[in-house]
């Protein structure tokens, strides 16, 4: 489940940096269903921290709408914090 996570965000990201709204919008989504039941930490991913980024950058890309989303700042998308 953690590995689907990491690749929904990487999705959701990609799909914001083809300023695709609807496609982004649905990932925000299922996004959802795999971070929800992950701990805190898991397998060395911070996933607290990851929800949080994820749920910073969905205000984001809600305030903005489809029709300003090419003013999104792609460089806020987070990084994966990983310790061994």
């Known amino acids: ?24 919008r649905k990932m925000f989504f299922r996004l959802r269903q795999w971070l929800a039941p992950l701990p805190d930490r898991c397998r060395g991913i911070d996933v607290a921290l990851l929800r949080a980024e994820i749920n ?8 903005l709408g489809p029709k300003r989303l090419k003013e999104f700042d792609l460089g806020i998308f987070p990084e994966i914090s990983y310790t061994q």
């Open 1 to 24: 489940d953690l590995y689907r996570a990491l690749v929904q965000v990487a999705v959701v990201c990609y799909q914001i940096g083809r300023r695709n709204y609807t496609g982004a």
């Open 56 to 63: 910073r950058i969905e205000r984001r890309f809600l305030a």
